[in-house]
């Protein structure tokens, strides 16, 4: 049951370009979203998030956009660095049934800023 | 910057053994989760505790878990009879609200369980 999906399971972007991960999600009683990065032997640290009242947040050199009809997110590195090489969660969170204290997240996709 | 911490950061067990694994959330949350990752797999919710009790676990989280605040400071995981398949990572989180807009969760570095 991926409620939550990242099909892409790797990037690999070259330094100062933009970067762009994209996110999928089925259920609509989802209202609030978030990125996650993870480098290895680490927890994962949150990045943005974004509530379903709104379709862009931007923090310095990241943005996320979402479109609710089309039950899709993504993130936006710019311009990306070779610190940003991690891998990102997208994750979800609000709906009842599953409960509020439950983040569901993504499969992640591998990040590779190539300087 | 206060973290989540957890110990120990590798946990080897044989199939069958009781383990617990420990983690100290930030002083002033409130609410407080156990997430998994099983190897090249998603991270996967376990359960969330507030107020001295479990506000919501998964299927994943059956008899054989089962978590504790014994103190003012640590937030246990145990697994009574561990099993092949509860190989993983295990995070600790923690987060000052309820997992909200203003809330997001902050994760310890991880235990990785691993049943031999």
């Known amino acids: 049951d991926q409620q939550v999906k990242q099909n892409s399971p790797s990037l690999s972007v070259q330094e100062g370009r933009i970067s762009i991960l994209n996110c999928d999600y089925t259920?609509?009683?989802?209202?609030?979203f978030l990125w996650y990065k993870k480098y290895p032997a680490e927890g994962p640290t949150f990045l943005i998030s974004i509530s379903s009242i709104k379709d862009k947040n931007e923090d310095g050199r990241f943005t996320v956009f979402l479109n609710k009809s089309a039950k899709h997110l993504s993130l936006h590195i710019v311009p990306s660095q070779p610190g940003d090489s991690a891998v990102y969660f997208c994750a979800a969170s609000g709906d009842p049934s599953g409960g509020y204290q439950k983040v569901t997240f993504g499969t992640g996709t591998k990040l590779q800023v190539i300087p | 910057e206060p973290e989540v911490t957890q110990t120990p950061s590798h946990q080897v067990t044989q199939m069958g053994q009781e383990v617990i694994l420990r983690c100290v959330p930030i002083?002033?949350?409130?609410?407080f989760y156990w997430y998994r990752q099983i190897l090249g797999q998603k991270v996967e919710f376990l359960v969330s505790?507030?107020?001295?009790?479990?506000?919501?676990k998964s299927e994943i989280f059956d008899d054989q878990f089962s978590v504790e605040r014994p103190d003012g400071s640590n937030f246990t995981l145990k697994i009574r009879s561990t099993k092949l398949e509860d190989s993983a990572m295990y995070f600790c989180?923690?987060?000052?609200?309820?997992?909200?807009?203003?809330?997001?969760?902050?994760f310890g570095n991880g235990t990785r369980l691993t049943v031999t």
């Open positions: 505790f507030y107020n001295n009790e479990i506000s919501e």
């Open positions: 002083s002033n949350h409130l609410y």
């Open positions: 259920n609509s009683m989802f209202d609030y």
């Open positions: 989180a923690s987060s000052s609200q309820g997992s909200s807009y203003n809330s997001p969760l902050h």
